[in-house]
C-alpha cells in the first residue's frame, strides 16, 4: 500500500523526497557528534531530549585543549602530515615529469608499476614496515611515520602528477625547447607553474590520508606525546569509562581541518577519485 | 624510417620532431630501443625507485623470511619453513572464521555501497536546485576521518545510551534496547552498514561524473525510440559508466578486503572473533600475542587475493586512462 501511494506521487517530489532521505542519512551523525560533544558526561547518558539540543556547554572542548595531550597530537600530525606530503611531492613531480614527458625503455611498464605499488594495502605492509623501522632504530620516532608514509603518498602523488602533465600541450613545451630551455628548465618555468592546482590537489590529498593514517601510526609511535590524533582519540577509549562528550570534542576538532581542505579542492575531488585515495 | 619506435608509440605529434632536430643523432639499433631521454628519464625516477625498493620490496622480502619463523616480537627464531602457513590452513579455526568474515564484510560493503552510490549518482543527474551544493554535502561521510567515523558511530551503537536505541525504541521498531556491537548476532552487520556509510559517496560522485559524461542525445533517441526510463538505464546509462562501475567496484574491494580501521576502533574484532578481519587478526597476534612470525604469515595469505584483485584491476584502469 505504501509502494502504491509513492508511486502515485509526482517525480520531482519522489526525487526530493530521496535526496532529502540522503541528506538525513549523511548529516545525522555529524549532528549527533556535534550535540554530544556540547554535553556533560551526566547529560550524555539522560535519554530525556536526547535528539534536541538543551543544556548545551562548552566545556568538553576547554577539556580536550587544555588537559589532555590533544595539542601535542596535533602538532605531531600536522608535522608528520606537512613533512611526509612535501617529500612524497617533490619525489612525486620528479617521478611523473619522467614517466609523463620522456620517452624511454621500459617508461610505460613503469608507469603501471606506480599503480601496482599505490594498491599494495597497508595491512598487507604494515609488519613488514614495522620491522625494517625496528631494525633502523626509528620505532617511536616521528621519522618513522614521515618515511612509511611514503608508501602511499609517494605512487599517489606520481599517479596523480602523471595525470595532470600529460594535459598540457606538449607544443608549450617545445616551443621553450627551441628557445633553447633544458629539460629540467621545461620541468621548472613551464610545467610546474601550469600544474600549480594539480601540486596543490596533490598535496592535500596526501596531508589528509597523512592525518588520518591509524595503522602504521598505532604500531610504530605509540608513546603519548609521539602521538598522532587518531592514535591519540583512541587513547581516550581504553580508560573503563568513555568519555563521549570530550571524545566527539576532540573528533570534530580533528575533522575540522580536513573539511576546510576538502572544500578547497572539492572540484578536483573527481579527478582525484580516478587516481584513487586510500579510503573508499 | 621516420620517428624511432618509441615516439610513434606514444602518439607524439609531428610538430614534436620538427622541432628539436638537431638532438636527433643518429640512432644505433640500442639508442633506438632505450630512447634518447634514457638518461635523464631515469635519474628523476631514482627517488621513486628508492622508496619502492628500500620501502615495499625489501620489507617484504625481508618479512618473507620471517613469516617462515616461530619467532617472537623482539627476538629471534627457529626457521620452520612453511609451518606458520601450514597451521594457519589447517589448524587455526579463527583464521577459518577471519576469511568468512573478510568475505562477508567485503561483498556485503561494497554491494551496499554500489547501491546507495548508484541511487545517489542518479537522484544528482536530475535537474535539482543546488545539485553542486548537494553533491558536496553528500560527500561528508568520505571526507570525514574513518577514525572520527568509526568511534561516532560506536557511541550511536551504544548498548544503552545509543542514539540508534533510542529511536528505534521510540518508533516502536524494536521493543527492548540492542547491544549492536556486543552480540555476534548483529555486530559484523552494524560494521559493515557503517562501512557502506563512509564509502558509498565515493561512488555517487565517480558514477555521477561517469553519468555527465554520457552525450545527451543518447538519451533523447532513446526517447524518440519510445524507451522506458527503465531500458534507458540499462541500454545507455549502464553501458555508459560500466568502465567506471567496475574500476571503482575493484579498487574499493581491494581496500575494503584490507580494512583495519573500522573494525579495530569500533569492536576491536569482537565479539569472540565475529568481527575479526585479516588486518585486525594479524595486528592482534602479533602486537597483542607477540608471535610476529605467524602474525606476518597471516598478513601474507593476503597476497594471492591481493594480486588477482590488481591483475583484474590494472588494464580497466589503463583503459580508463586512455579514454
Known amino acids: 500500500m505504501m509502494m502504491k501511494r509513492l508511486r502515485a506521487l509526482p517525480n520531482r517530489i519522489r526525487l526530493y523526497g530521496l535526496l532529502a532521505v540522503y541528506v538525513l542519512v549523511v548529516s545525522f551523525p555529524f549532528y549527533y557528534m556535534v550535540l554530544t560533544s556540547l554535553r556533560t558526561q551526566k547529560d550524555v547518558y539522560n535519554k530525556e531530549g536526547m535528539l534536541t539540543p538543551v543544556n548545551l556547554i562548552l566545556d568538553n572542548y576547554g577539556i580536550v585543549l587544555g588537559s589532555t595531550n590533544m595539542t601535542t597530537w596535533v602538532t605531531n600530525s600536522v608535522f608528520v602530515g606537512v613533512a611526509s606530503s612535501a617529500i612524497a611531492l617533490v619525489i612525486g613531480t620528479l617521478a611523473a615529469y619522467s614517466l609523463a614527458r620522456l620517452r624511454f625503455f621500459g617508461s610505460n611498464a613503469l608507469a603501471r608499476s606506480v599503480l601496482f605499488m599505490y594498491l599494495v594495502p597497508s595491512s598487507l605492509l604494515f609488519i613488514p614496515l614495522y620491522l625494517i623501522i625496528a631494525n633502523l632504530g626509528l620505532l617511536n620516532s ?20 602523471l595525470g595532470y602533465f600529460r594535459t598540457i600541450p606538449m607544443e608549450l613545451e617545445d616551443a621553450a625547447r627551441i628557445d633553447g630551455c633544458s629539460r629540467l628548465g621545461v620541468l621548472g618555468r613551464i610545467i610546474l607553474p601550469l600544474s600549480a592546482p594539480g601540486l596543490v590537489t596533490a598535496f592535500i590529498f596526501s596531508f589528509t590520508n597523512s592525518w588520518n593514517e591509524f595503522l602504521y601510526a598505532a604500531v610504530m609511535a605509540t608513546r603519548s606525546e609521539l602521538k598522532t590524533i587518531p592514535v591519540g582519540l583512541y587513547s581516550f577509549q581504553i580508560a573503563d569509562i568513555l568519555l563521549w562528550g570530550q571524545l566527539m570534542a576532540a573528533a570534530i576538532l580533528a575533522t575540522a581541518p580536513v573539511l576546510v581542505l576538502y572544500m578547497l579542492v572539492q572540484r578536483f575531488v573527481v579527478q582525484g577519485l580516478t587516481a584513487g585515495s586510500v579510503k573508499g | 624510417m621516420g620517428a624511432p619506435d618509441c615516439l610513434r608509440q606514444s602518439g607524439a605529434p609531428a610538430t614534436y620532431l620538427m622541432a628539436a632536430p638537431s638532438t636527433r643523432v643518429p640512432q644505433t639499433s640500442l639508442a633506438k630501443r632505450i630512447g634518447r631521454d634514457a638518461p635523464l628519464g631515469y635519474a628523476l625516477l631514482i627517488p621513486l625507485m628508492l622508496v619502492a625498493f628500500g620501502l615495499l620490496m625489501y620489507p617484504i622480502a625481508n618479512a618473507f623470511g620471517i613469516s617462515l619463523q616461530d619467532r617472537m616480537l623482539g627476538v629471534q627464531g627457529p626457521f620452520i619453513g612453511l609451518g606458520n602457513y601450514i597451521e594457519l590452513l589447517t589448524d587455526d579455526r579463527r583464521f577459518r572464521t577471519v576469511v568468512t568474515n573478510s568475505l562477508v564484510f567485503t561483498l556485503a560493503s561494497v554491494t551496499g555501497k554500489i547501491i546507495f552510490g548508484m541511487v545517489m549518482a542518479l537522484i544528482l543527474n536530475q535537474r535539482i536546485r543546488f ?8 560527500l561528508f561521510p568520505w571526507v570525514a576521518p574513518t577514525f572520527v567515523t568509526a568511534l561516532t558511530w560506536r557511541w550511536m551503537y551504544d548498548g544503552t545510551a545509543g542514539v540508534i536505541n533510542y529511536v528505534l525504541l521510540n518508533l516502536k521498531l524494536i521493543d527492548v534496547p540492542i547491544a549492536w556491537l556486543a552480540e555476534s548476532a548483529t555486530a559484523l552487520g552494524a560494521v559493515v552498514a557503517t562501512n557502506i556509510w563512509r564509502g558509498f559517496p565515493f561512488f555517487g560522485v565517480a558514477l555521477l561524473a561517469a553519468m555527465q559524461a554520457i552525450p545527451a542525445d543518447l538519451y533523447e533517441a532513446a526517447d524518440v525510440d519510445g524507451a522506458t526510463a527503465l531500458q534507458k538505464f540499462l541500454n545507455v546509462t549502464l553501458p555508459g559508466i560500466r568502465t567506471t562501475l567496475a574500476v571503482t567496484a575493484m579498487l574499493s574491494t581491494i581496500w575494503t578486503f584490507n580494512d583495519f580501521q573500522i573494525v579495530f576502533l569500533m569492536t ?3 565479539p569472540a572473533y565475529a568481527t575479526h578481519l585479516f588486518a585486525t587478526y594479524a595486528y592482534k597476534v602479533g602486537f597483542e600475542g607477540s608471535r610476529i612470525g605467524y602474525a606476518t604469515a597471516i598478513s601474507f595469505l593476503l597476497a594471492p587475493v591481493l594480486i588477482v584483485m590488481i591483475m583484474a584491476l590494472s588494464p580497466l584502469i589503463m583503459r580508463s586512462e586512455n579514454e
Not at chain 1, 603518498?153 to 599517479?159: I, K, L, R, S, Y
Not at chain 2, 545539485?131 to 553528500?138: D, Q, S, T
Request: glycine share 16%; hydrophobic share 50%.
Open chain 2, 131 to 138: 545539485r553542486g551544493m548537494f553533491r558536496g554535502w553528500l
Open chain 1, 142 to 161: 616521528l621519522w618513522a611515520l614521515i618515511l612509511t608514509y611514503q608508501t602511499f603518498n609517494v605512487p599517489f602523488c606520481t599517479w596523480m602528477l
Open chain 2, 268 to 270: 576491536g574484532g569482537g
